[in-house]
Nanobody, 123 residues
Framework: QVQLVESGGGLVQAGGSLRLSCAAS????????MAWFRQAPGKEREFVAT????????SYADSVKGRFTISSDNTKNTVYLEMNSVKPEDTAVYLC????????????????WGQGTQVTVSS
């Protein structure tokens, strides 16, 4: 089993920055791919970004491309999401997920999920 714990969420003004962290523990060999999704009230879960363990593969949603950066620190089994130039529409619960294989942007294919961290962007 893999446990994922997100942190770093909070309230930020539009145009500001925030960094989310997701620490993995347990069977970390099953975290070849890690990703961030987000879900706002009344909306479907939305892909944000994904990265493989070596950092050689990354993918972003068009809505965050150029503003968000996903990175990983394998020594700490942690993946980060650097959020810059945030907008009110970025407000959501941000969820970390992991899989032993590359899954891309389809949330239903991921194996492990964290509880999420709330990000609220004020205008």
């Amino acid at each position: 089993q893999v446990q994922l714990v997100e942190s770093g969420g909070g309230l930020v003004q539009a145009g500001g920055s925030l960094r989310l962290s997701c620490a993995a523990s347990g069977r970390t060999s099953s975290t070849y791919a890690m990703a961030w999704f987000r879900q706002a009230p009344g909306k479907e879960r939305e892909f944000v970004a994904t990265i493989n363990r070596s950092g050689t593969m990354r993918s972003y949603a068009d809505s965050v491309k150029g503003r968000f950066t996903i990175s990983s620190d394998n020594t700490k089994n942690t993946v980060y999401l650097e959020m810059n130039s945030v907008k009110p529409e970025d407000t959501a619960v941000y969820l970390c997920t992991a899989s032993p294989v590359w899954r891309g942007s389809s949330w239903s294919q991921y194996d492990y999920w964290g509880q999420g961290t709330q990000v609220t962007v004020s205008s």
